[in-house]
């Protein structure tokens, strides 16, 4: 009696997914069996549908039930029912399931309200987050005000992290963007860009879109990744970079088109992300808005503005790594300034001003680029 059912098969559950139900809607209840090791391991993948903004609610089932067991032996109203009445918040069902575990041991208690505290900072909507603060206040017994210092502690270490992933060139020049040097991070800054680049290059890689001065055609695959080699512009992602390489391989003679050749690739890693980026919804970057692109969300007319619509998606992670470096580079002038190495800022100051020029430029062509 239930029309939308899905299950992750085993499988840990990905942001693509989650984004693929949103489509649908933003009204999540997980099912679990009784199995408590089990729980505890998917607790992280219920951080990641928070933290796309979906609302969602747990059900625990009996011990030595599953959903298909469960199902089978009641009546369409009876599963309803149980559903709707022992359903619960996800928040109250991970408080009580790890207050369980900590009891009365005050280490274990404070690690407890960090990893609420992780999972409520997740949370894109901040009426939400304060909601969820207020009640986590009341269930922990722990005052709001040091709820928020945890999440703005929270979120300050991650915008710190964003901000080390570059290695400077000793002499950059005007489009040159430095390669990211270091896949130590646990988030990638720049992954909605490099995504969409790779979303473009899977579904369209073999369309022309403009011809160069020697009347040669260039198709989207030919312009990517002409643009992204030669201002390395290599992913944190090593799923990515692999990507770019197995196209570049075979991108002169194939016969079959880039969407085929991802999709049905014989790297089970690659079929899976190709999968993935072309079923996903496509998502206007911020930088779009910013710069008020004309870029259609009708994915049906996307090949028709692909002249437009490829430059300025590969100019959008050109801009993105440019400004993180400049405010790293800005930070690192501010700490030689306060420890009076006078040198060291002068030369600090002339690259800043060098990436300035970079970072207008790119701005300036994100707000006209055509390829023609």
């Known amino acids: 009696g239930i029309q939308n059912v899905v299950s992750s098969s085993g499988t840990a559950l990905t942001v693509d997914q989650i984004r693929l139900i949103g489509r649908f809607t933003k009204n999540m209840t997980i099912i679990y069996d009784g199995d408590a090791a089990g729980i505890k391991a998917s607790l ?114 991650i915008q710190g992290a964003e901000a080390r992933v570059f290695t400077p060139r000793a002499a950059p020049q005007l489009t040159v963007v430095p390669q990211v040097a270091s896949a130590d991070t646990h988030q990638n800054p720049f992954d909605l860009e490099e995504r969409e680049v790779l979303r473009l290059l899977v579904k369209y890689g073999e369309h022309i879109i403009h011809k160069d001065v020697n009347d040669q055609n260039w198709s989207v695959g030919q312009y990517i990744l002409n643009e992204l080699r030669q201002d390395d512009l290599l992913s944190i992602n090593p799923n990515y970079n692999k990507m770019l390489d197995l196209y570049e391989a075979v991108m002169d003679k194939m016969e079959q088109t880039a969407l085929k050749f991802f999709v049905n690739n014989q790297d089970i890693e690659v079929s899976q992300l190709a999968s993935d980026l072309v079923g996903r919804e496509y998502v206007l970057s911020k930088i779009h808005e910013k710069f008020g692109a004309t870029i259609k969300e009708d994915a049906i007319k996307e090949d028709a503005i692909l002249h437009e619509l490829v430059p300025k998606t590969v100019l959008e992670l050109k801009w993105k790594k440019v400004k993180v470096l400049l405010e790293e580079k800005r930070r690192e002038m501010q700490k030689i300034q306060e420890l009076g190495n006078h040198d060291d800022v002068m030369t600090l100051m002339q690259e800043v001003f060098t990436w300035q020029q970079v970072f207008s430029h790119i701005s300036k062509e994100l707000g006209s680029r055509t390829v023609s």
């Open 44 to 157: 992280r993948g219920i951080d990641l549908v928070l933290s796309e903004g979906m609302n969602v609610k747990v059900l625990l089932l009996p011990d030595g039930e599953d959903p298909d067991s469960f199902a089978k032996n009641r009546t369409e109203e009876e599963l309803k029912n149980y559903i709707n009445t022992h359903q619960t918040d996800f928040i109250k069902f991970k408080t009580a399931l790890l207050m369980e575990e900590a009891q009365n041991d005050p280490i274990k208690r404070a690690q407890l309200i960090q990893d609420i505290v992780r999972t409520i900072s997740t949370i894109p909507d901040s009426i939400i987050r304060a909601v969820y603060i207020k009640e986590c206040s009341v269930l922990l017994k722990v005052e709001e005000a040091v709820l928020y210092a945890e999440i703005l502690k929270i979120k300050q270490n």
